[in-house]
């Protein structure tokens, strides 16, 4: 561990996924605070979709714990993640292309009155200033369709969204997979300023730039196993790279 | 006709911003290949300067209350499509299920018969079966996830021989109750006539300020102010006119005023409530919508609901219009009609997009193509080939609106 003394938010001990006899989690350790950018590196079949899926509620857990601001909890839904306040921004699936920003933000969770009519203002009103909080200033108009924005502006309404609804924990599965080099910039950018928020952040790239540019620290799996936790400041590219593709080589790691 | 603000002019009127702008957004808009009621509006007027030059009687006050009465059940079952269009699915079978409908209020009007009911609750009673068929395909399609086009396919023919059935040997059943038969006959007074236009602008223009002085106070963007006030007086002279027309003839029909009643509900559940909100989202992304919390298959299984219930509500009016029923109930060209009402309406076949007013305007076009080339004279081939023409054209129109709008969303 490193001399950090704030307390996971969100832990994972000892995690077991199995499906039949692919062992896709193989005993994972797993830890995020409030306030700090994880990065979750791993080649792929390494286990970190699984991994998400877990946390998410898509998947129950074969043996281990989960434990959410130190105590087990266990997550048997997608909307017992969301209760505690675990949210994840997928790749891709995310947006209604033919809702306007507003619509997206709400989706599934819409302001209404006793008679179910949609209270659009409040809506309208948050939406904008949750925008804004997080300097998300290259939209337009908030009620413009989702489908006329750029891939970056897609994935910051889909991260703002996660935002908006007092997540504690909020992982960004590939978030900058599908974009140009000023949408990916606008997007680290704004995964930076969630970790300044207070915000527990599990982002999980397959780039290594983008990773060592957000995130305070990285946690490489690789079989379905925890290599070990890196300290960004204390890591080198190359010796991610070396743990992704042959596992751990010395007692450097500090996990 | 629905009060609401349709999405993209809200979106395009961001701010205060002057009419130069809007109209630069709109124009935008268009090329992205949003081309809203433009190609309806085009249609229309084409479709009664084309009837007008043809036939003297087309454009006459008495042929227009004629072209209500004729529109009425195939723009009724037509808001019902819109639903199950929008989210993205098929119901093949509203023509047969509107035939289940006639059938129905007829058999529960019989007199003589065990249950002759009154009229309100044999119409009540036939709504209610064809909304319990559309809940059982629909729970069919979601539980089971058969595709909708097979299951309303099965459904056509499991109606059409319903039909057979239950008209049996005598193969028609005669309607004497008097509120079943108002429903397409009746004609309000004059001065009814006025008082329906006075109230619908009444709450028109309050349900447009409404909102705009809400957004204000909200501190929002609001839109022009003047093309808001600009839009309530359009509406308001298109009712009034409307009025004044019918008034000319013998008045207003009662089945205009339950068509309007029809589209300005649904309009406002699609547009306005948390229900129609999911719709969208489920027409637009249903993955997403499912992770969103939306329960998606309720939604589909509502959808198919509300084109039973309309289908049904069609039927009653199909019904009371002939003062009988029989076994060509249901058939013809009903299902196709109704189908190319809503999608010539701007609803997009591939789901999300498009709105329930789409039912009326494309109702519209149909029944005036109908009505005109019966006035003409026309052989009925004529009528299928325009129909058919107009249908390809509205898919087409649709497809390429939506590559753009895909391409200009990247």
Known sequence: MSATPAPPILELREVVKNFGQVHALRGVDFEVRAGEVMALVGDNGAGKSTLIKCVAGIYSIDSGQILFDGKPVSISGPKDAAKLGIEVVYQDLALCDNLDVVQNMYLGREDHDALYRLREAPMEQKTTETLASLSVTTIRSVRQPVATLSGGQRQSVAVARAVMWNNRVVFLDEPTAALGVAQTRQVLDLVKRLGDQGLAVVLVSHNLTDVFEVADRITVLRLGQDIGVYEKSATSEQEIVQAITFGKQDAEASA | ?410
């Open chain 2, 1 to 410: 006709m629905s009060t609401a603000a349709p999405p993209e002019v809200s979106a395009a009127a961001a701010g205060q911003a002057g009419i130069g702008d809007i109209a630069r957004a709109r124009w935008e808009a268009f090329k992205g290949g949003d081309v809203g009621s433009v190609p309806v509006i085009v249609g229309i007027i084409a479709i009664t300067i084309f009837f007008t030059a043809k036939s003297n009687i087309f454009f006459t006050a008495v042929n227009f209350s004629n072209l209500i009465g004729q529109m009425a059940g195939v723009t009724v079952i037509a808001v019902g499509i819109v639903f199950v269009l929008l989210i993205g699915e098929i119901d093949l079978s509203v023509g047969y299920v509107s035939g289940i409908g006639s059938v129905a209020v007829a058999e529960f009007q019989r007199a003589g018969s065990s249950h002759d009911y009154p009229g309100l609750v044999a119409i009540a009673l036939a709504i209610a079966i064809c909304a319990a068929i559309g809940t059982v395909q629909g729970s069919i399609i979601a539980f089971l996830g058969v595709p909708s086009f097979v299951v309303t396919l099965a459904g056509l023919l499991i109606a059409q021989g319903m039909i057979i059935y239950l008209l049996g040997t005598q193969g028609v059943i005669g309607i004497q109750d008097r509120q079943i038969l108002d429903v397409s006959n009746y004609v309000l007074t004059k001065n009814t006539g006025w008082i329906v236009a006075i109230v619908f602008t009444v709450l028109m223009a309050a349900g447009s300020l409404g909102t705009y002085f809400s957004r204000r106070r909200a501190g929002l963007p609001t839109g022009n102010l003047l093309l808001i006030v600009g839009r309530v007086v359009f509406y308001a002279a298109l009712v009034f006119a409307t009025v004044a027309v019918c008034n000319h003839s013998r008045g207003v029909p009662l089945v205009g005023l339950v068509i309007v009643f029809v589209v300005v509900l649904f309009s406002y559940l699609a547009s306005r409530t948390t229900f129609g909100r999911h719709v969208y989202a489920v027409g637009g992304n249903a993955e997403a919508a499912r992770r969103a919390g939306i329960n998606v298959k309720l939604i589909r299984i509502l959808c198919f609901t509300i084109s039973g219930a309309c289908a049904g509500l069609g039927g009653v009016i199909l019904a009371s219009r002939l003062n009988s029923v029989d076994l060509t109930f249901g058939g013809g060209t009903l299902l196709l009609d109704a189908i190319s009402a809503a999608v010539i309406g701007g609803v997009s076949l591939f789901g999300g997009r498009g709105r329930v007013s789409g039912a009326l305007f494309g109702g519209l076009i149909i029944g005036m193509i109908s009505n005109g080339t019966d006035l003409v004279g026309s052989a009925d081939w004529i009528k299928y080939v325009t129909t058919g023409t107009i249908l390809l054209a509205a898919v087409t129109l649709d497809t390429v609106a939506r590559r753009r709008q895909v391409a200009a969303g990247r």
